[in-house]
């Protein structure tokens, strides 16, 4: 029987679950169920991406609400967590909108996001990790997203997502997947006014950042929830850290 337990930090509601799924659809149904999932659009694309494709073998049940370790010092993150940031930015993924996706992993988020746009928008995954960007192009070749990868809307680059990938900024929406010391001045250069940033922000105790860039260019900060990533670091450290 799947256990709810609500924690309430700040006069903010956070909703964990324990237990698991075997299959994607009860996933995200379940999530919807606690309220996490709320839009249509964010069903249907968390519905049409399979999170099994995207979790290495032997890591555990891929439909477990909890982060796994996908080698190299890294996960991905826990259902819950996509659907909350997939949820924070749905209105900055309409068809043909530009995204980013700064630690991409193995490409599950930068898969929704690209679904979310459609073949006229742009979705840029940024990963420092050579084998975790070949590993999430293998996995979004067998997943519901593989025609955006073909036609050139969705790709996946080695760098180091701390400077963002200018070649297509600006950006409607930008995700960052690990916890940076501070909000990346580069990614806000290339987060476009009236576009939304998510990002963890931290070292012992992060949060979940909102951060909405007003067409004036200056920018709004809001926290959304306490979170536990992994940091933004260089490549260098992180493989130290493996």
Not at 41 to 58: H, Y
């Amino acid at each position: 029987m799947e256990v709810l337990r609500l924690i309430f930090n700040r006069g903010r509601r956070r909703l964990w679950t324990s237990g698991s799924s075997d299959k994607n659809k009860a996933m995200v149904e379940q999530l919807e169920r606690c309220g996490i999932v709320q839009s249509k659009r964010v069903k249907e694309v968390m519905e049409a991406i399979d999170r099994g494709l995207f979790v290495p073998a032997g890591s555990g049940s891929p439909y477990h609400d909890s982060p796994m370790s996908i080698g190299y010092n890294a996960t991905i993150s826990a259902p819950h967590m996509h659907a909350t940031c997939l949820e924070l930015l749905e209105k900055h993924l309409q068809p043909g909108m530009r995204t980013l996706d700064v630690g991409s992993g193995t490409g599950y988020l930068t898969a929704c996001f690209a679904m979310m746009v459609g073949p006229q928008g742009r979705v840029v995954g940024v990963e420092h990790i050579p084998e975790l960007v070949s590993f999430s192009i293998d996995n979004i070749k067998r997943s519901a997203a593989a025609p955006l990868l073909d036609n050139g809307s969705l790709s996946m680059h080695a760098a180091d997502g701390r400077q963002g990938w200018p070649e297509m900024a600006p950006y409607d929406a930008i995700h960052v997947g690990a916890a940076a010391p501070e909000i990346p001045q580069s990614l806000l250069d290339q987060l476009k006014p009236g576009g939304k940033l998510v990002i963890p922000v931290g070292t012992v105790f992060q949060e979940l950042k909102v951060i909405d860039k007003n067409p004036d260019g200056s920018i709004s900060v809001r926290d959304e929830t306490s979170v536990r990533y992994v940091p933004l670091t260089s490549k260098a450290a992180q493989l130290k850290a493996y």
